[in-house]
Structure formats: C-alpha cells, structure tokens
C-alpha cells in the first residue's frame, strides 16, 4: 500500500526540481495572502447574508434555493466549517480562501498540458492580483466559481489532446459544480461557445483533422456522452435539492428564462435595474488601478495568439475577451463580479507570458517587471492595510472598523451569555447585523421597536429615524455602519493629476459617502 502511494506521488510529481522549488514558493506564498489576519477585516454587508444563511444550514439544517443569493455550494462548504471550527470572522471567510489557495495552484497541476512555462505564468498572476487576493479573503460566489470555470477549460485542453472519454465526465462534474455555485456560469457557458465557434473560424483549414476526429469520436462514444449528460444532471439535481430532500430548490434551479423567480429568469429580470450604477468601463477602470499586468498580457495574448494560430491560446483569449464584454455590458455591476473576467483574463495573460516573456526586449521585460512589483504592493496594501478603507475601489459598501468596534460592545454584552431578545434591529438594516446577533436578536417594521424587558440595544435605519417611536432610558449613538467611494466625473485635464495621485497614493478628489445607523443603547 505504502509503495503503490508514492509511486503515485512520484508521478503527479515533476521531475524537474527547479519547477517544484518554484510551485512550492507559490503554493507557500499563496497560503500565506490567504489565510494570514483572515478574520481581521469588518464583516461586510454581503458576507453577514451570506454567513448567516450558511449559519442556519449548519445549525437548524434549514435551506432553499433563492436565486437573490445564489447558487448552494457556498452553504454547503460554510455550513461544513462552520459545524468543525466554529463560527468567526476567520471561519466564515475560510472556505473563500481555500478556493482561492486551489485557484492559484490548479495551473502547476495541469503543467504537461499547459506547459511548465504558461503554468507558472498563469499561477504568479494569480498569485500577486490584489483583487484576486481580496476576493479570496471575501466571502463571495464568484471567487469559488472560477475555479470550477479554470477546471472545465484546462479539461477541455486535455480532452483536445487525447479525445479520451474519460475527460468528458471531468468537464461535466466540473461545469456542473459550477452552475451550482453562481448563476454567472450562463454567461461562461454563453463566452466558451462563441469563443470556440470565432476560434474555430479563424483555425478552420488547419483543424479539419481535429474536427473529423471529434466528430469520429462522437459516433463511436455515444453511449459515454449520454453518460456525461446524465451525470451533469445528477450532479445539478443532488445538490440543488439538498439531497432530493428539497424538491421545491430543485424546481427554481431550472433554466427558465420567463420565470422571473428561477434561477435564469430571476438574474434576467435584474439586469435592467442596473443596481450599482456603474458606467460600460468600470471593470477595465479596475484592471487599469488593480491588474496592469494582466490586461497588458490579455491585449498581448490577442495579437500573439492570432499570429500564432493556435487554436487552444485563441479560445483561452477570445474567451476572456468575450466574458468581459458581457460583465461589462450587464446591468449590474460591482467589484467582486470582476472576479469572473478576471481569472479567464489571468489565464490567457499568463498563457502570453509564458509563451513571450524570455523573448521581450530588455526594455520592455523591465517595464513588465516593475508593474509587477506595483501590483504587488497593490496586493498588499489592500489586503493588509486598506482592505476596511473604501478610498479602495474595490472596498465597496463595506463596514467600517468603527461601527465594528461599536457593534463588538453589543455582541459581548448580548451573545457571549447568550440573552435572548437582546437586540432589536430595524429590518432595513438587516445585514450585517444579523449575523453579528444570530443568536440573540429579533427583527421589527415599522416606528414601534416592540423593546421587551431583555432588549438592551436597538439599530435604527437613518431613513426611519423621525418616525421612530424612541423608547425611554435609551442613550442615542449616530455612525456609518456602510461608507463608500465613488469618483466623480472629471474631463478637465487636471483630472490626469488626480488619478495619478489616487493611483500611486490612494488620495480621492472627492468627498466619500456613507450610510448611518442609530443605536440605542438601554441605561
């Protein structure tokens, strides 16, 4: 047994030592962006919902399906941890940091298909994003999606190569876990088809012997891609209905389109609202402060891999280019759905890298490699030292450390022993509220709190506030439980100064905004 384990391992294992010291350093260095001063950051709007359903999976088994947060698989790996290590700030964001730590690795795994070259290329991209980082740190659908995403296309690589039918059932697990994680997969799903369909246009003549392969392939091998589709549908209905114990989940799963309360027909009916109210080139206005590297390597990677004419570098190429388009052309938008282009863009930039960065001119090499450098310092400074301060771009709606501090007050008073009823929150203000008072609080509507005899503290929305019936022995405390930055619009030619200085140094040119909340606190 013990002899048939490490010959398993000396063959997953490279020969060359030199690639093994570097993927080693990488796979350390990934840990440690990850997973260092994890639960340090304010719990932000979305994670407090996030958690809190996952909360109340592991505690009361209670789950179902709602398209407005996303797909299962996130509950299911939160509720896991949760149920191990306990409920924190760390644990709640520890699942993210896996999936992001396994992001980063998956292309030295897949290095005899990919080139040991294009693997480390694309894991150091990966490795140093600040976004990718952050968004590894934040609990979030899109920072675990993309990894089953880089899954089906690296499996897709390998079936090309072999034709073999076994790489069929990995792209169907792979882009079945996928859908089961975020709804944005259809818009993946809708990028691979295009991107194959322009490759295969600009490759045809020298890919007819692949083509008459794959349709060879496809005649002999039926009955195993029956299999596949079946297992695709397996996987969808298991995890959608929660083990087949919630069939309702499993219906709402379902493709509709004209079904605004499915899964495709919820996230269809959203993009006319345009919640963020973001302009067409807000993605690449972050690529622009966060990736240079990357968007450099993906306008790189567009001209190399047309020159090239290979057919595997263009999909990889046209495929990040086409899901940009869509993000950035989708009604709804904010910095964690850049996370989505983002790693198809770090795939196809290092797939250039790898293929060019030996060749570049001394000039040019040299340029590339102080970006590097800024983009690293990017990384760290947002994760380490700005990742609650929303002069970031990407620290969007976030709670600040203040009304942390104030809210921890609370939760020492109310959830170390557990008091029943203790906090009052008003429902507008539900998150991340709910999550910090899990265990000992009750929502309410309308002016009257409803204070019962253990309510020591009450959250008020700022827009109610007039009309709230303010109880007797209560003291009132007034502060930003959410603050923002939003740059405005500038054309004069002094705007250049501006963005140059919040570029290198992070110093906005307008005032931020913020949300309040009143707390009320009994004397």
């Known amino acids: 047994m013990q002899k048939s384990i490490y010959q398993f391992i000396k063959k997953i294992l490279p020969k060359d030592r030199n690639f093994f010291y570097a993927s080693a350093i990488i796979f350390l260095l990934a840990f440690a962006l990850r997973f260092i001063f994890l639960g340090d950051r304010p719990i932000h709007h979305d994670e407090g919902m996030l958690s809190y359903f996952a909360w109340k999976l592991a505690r009361f088994g209670e789950y179902s399906y709602t398209p407005q947060i996303h797909s299962p698989i996130l509950f299911y790996v939160e509720a896991i941890i949760f149920l191990i290590?306990?409920?924190t700030a760390a644990t709640l964001r520890a699942g993210q940091a896996f999936f992001g730590l396994a992001l980063v690795v998956i292309p030295?795994?897949?290095?005899?298909?990919?080139?040991?070259?294009?693997?480390?290329?694309?894991?150091?991209?990966?490795?140093?994003?600040?976004l990718a980082v952050y968004f590894s740190r934040f609990l979030v659908h899109t920072g675990m999606v993309v990894v089953f995403w880089l899954l089906t296309i690296l499996f897709i690589r390998s079936f090309l190569s072999k034709f073999t039918p076994a790489k069929l059932y990995f792209i169907s697990a792979s882009l079945a876990l996928a859908f089961c994680t975020s709804e944005t997969t259809y818009i993946f799903v809708a990028s691979v088809a295009c991107a194959a369909v322009l490759s295969w246009l600009v490759n045809y003549k020298g890919l007819r012997e692949k083509t008459a392969r794959l349709f060879k392939f496809c005649k002999a091998n039926y009955i195993e891609i029956l299999s596949t589709v079946l297992l695709f549908v397996l996987i969808w209905m298991l995890i959608y209905s929660a083990g087949l114990t919630s069939p309702k989940s499993l219906i709402t799963s379902l493709p509709n389109p004209f079904n605004h309360d499915s899964g495709l027909g919820f996230w269809l009916s959203q993009n006319p609202?345009?919640?963020?109210?973001?302009?067409?080139?807000?993605?690449?206005?972050l690529?622009?402060?966060?990736e240079p590297v990357i968007l450099i390597g993906l306008l790189g990677g567009?001209?190399?891999?047309?020159?090239?004419?290979?057919?595997?570098?263009?999909?990889v190429v046209f495929c990040a280019v086409i899901t940009l388009a869509i993000f950035s052309y989708t009604g709804e938008k904010f910095p964690w759905l850049l996370m989505c282009p983002l790693a198809l863009c770090a795939l196809a930039a290092g797939i250039y890298y790898g293929k060019n960065f030996l060749e570049f001119r001394w000039w040019w090499k040299t340029t590339i490699i102080l970006l590097a450098i800024f983009t690293v310092f990017n990384s760290v400074r947002l994760n380490f030292f700005n990742a609650a301060d929303t002069n970031e771009m990407t620290v969007y709606v976030q709670t600040p450390i203040f009304a942390q501090s104030k809210i921890a007050e609370a939760v020492r008073a109310c959830e170390q022993p557990q008091i029943k009823d203790c906090v009052a929150i008003e429902q507008k203000i539900t998150w991340p509220l709910s999550w910090y008072f899990r265990r000992s609080s009750y929502l309410f509507t309308g002016a009257n709190a409803q204070v019962k005899p253990t309510t020591k503290y009450i959250f008020v929305a700022s827009e109610s506030i007039n009309s709230f019936q303010k109880p007797i022995n209560y003291i009132q405390e007034r502060y930003y439980l959410r603050d923002w930055w939003v740059p405005d619009v500038c054309r004069k030619v002094s705007c250049a100064e501006n963005f140059l200085e919040y570029f290198l140094f992070r110093k906005t040119w307008n005032?931020?905004?913020?949300?309040?909340?009143?707390e009320f606190i009994k004397q």
Do not use: C, T
């Not at 567009?302 to 999909?315: C, H, P």
């Not at 005032?511 to 009143?518: E, L, Q, R």
């Open 273 to 285: 609202k345009k919640l963020g109210g973001q302009k067409w080139h807000y993605y690449l206005d």
């Open 287 to 290: 690529m622009i402060l966060y």
């Open 85 to 87: 290590f306990g409920e």
């Open 302 to 315: 567009l001209v190399d891999s047309i020159r090239r004419r290979e057919f595997f570098y263009q999909f």
């Open 511 to 518: 005032v931020k905004g913020g949300y309040d909340v009143f």
């Open 108 to 130: 030295i795994f897949f290095y005899k298909s990919l080139g040991k070259n294009n693997a480390v290329g694309i894991s150091l991209l990966i490795l140093m994003s600040p």
